[in-house]
T-cell receptor, first 114, second 114 residues
Framework: EADIYQTPRYLVIGTGKKITLECSQT?????MYWYQQDPGMELHLIHY???????EKGDLSSESTVSRIRTEHFPLTLESARPSHTSQYLC?????????????FGAGSRLTVL | KNQVEQSPQSLIILEGKNCTLQ??????????LRWYKQDTGRGPVSLTI?????NTKSNGRYTATLDADTKQSSLHITASQLSDSASYIC?????????????FGRGTQLTVWP
């Protein structure tokens, strides 16, 4: 059973609303990530963090922002949601095993913006 | 350009049958290759991870192979079960940074029929 939790699992909101997707992990991992995934497409990294007070933008440009005030918590915020933000957002954390960063994913948050 | 290509895009098999999924990559310098299983509406779950020196790794009914010379990997599923229905994602990591950048394939959607 995964030790990384995302809420809400599903969210339907109107254009212009501010939303925050929550992500928490209980494994004490320093590295955390946010990925965006559209149906039938590959995952795209939008944000990552090496640890507390460390956040970086990923490969895919995103209007969302993240914060890392506590090791276990890595929320993602959209100040003004638009229909183009409709997607599945996956949070992950990782630990290094035999030289490789092994990722554990949350169940995802599916966002629909009307 | 670093890429990960998976085939087939989708596959339907009968319960109890075997199947093999393919992954070709151009990622360089290569660090490791992972196979993930993603159930509908869930986050990916790691099945196997292989480094350059490993050419086969098993996890129950799942067996992954890696040919680092031809840059090909396969995932073989033996005696398929209905619960094997999912998307199987090939992920390749490079050695270009401390983080180890991940390149995701689009996945093979497997459906197992009774």
């Amino acid at each position: 059973e995964a030790d990384i939790y995302q809420t809400p699992r599903y969210l339907v909101i109107g254009t212009g609303k501010k939303i925050t997707l929550e992500c928490s992990q209980t494994m004490g991992h320093d590295k955390m990530y946010w990925y965006q995934q559209d149906p039938g497409m590959e995952l795209h990294l939008i944000h990552y963090s090496y640890g507390v007070n460390s956040t970086e933008k990923g490969d895919l440009s995103s209007e969302s922002t993240v914060s890392r005030i506590r090791t276990e918590h890595f929320p993602l915020t959209l100040e003004s949601a638009r229909p183009s933000h409709t997607s599945q957002y996956l949070c992950a954390s990782s630990v290094r095993v035999s030289g490789a960063n092994v990722l554990t994913f949350g169940a995802g948050s599916r966002l629909t913006v009307l | 350009k670093n890429q990960v290509e998976q085939s087939p895009q989708s596959l339907i098999i009968l319960e109890g049958k075997n199947c093999t999924l393919q992954c070709n990559y151009t990622v360089s310098p290569f660090s490791n290759l992972r196979w993930y299983k993603q159930d509908t509406g869930r986050g990916p779950v790691s099945l196997t991870i292989m480094t350059f020196s490993e050419n086969t790794k098993s996890n129950g009914r799942y067996t992954a192979t890696l040919d680092a010379d031809t840059k090909q990997s396969s995932l073989h599923i033996t005696a398929s079960q209905l619960s094997d229905s999912a998307s199987y994602i090939c992920v390749v990591s490079d050695r270009g940074s401390t983080l180890g950048r991940l390149y995701f394939g689009r996945g093979t959607q497997l459906t197992v029929w009774p």
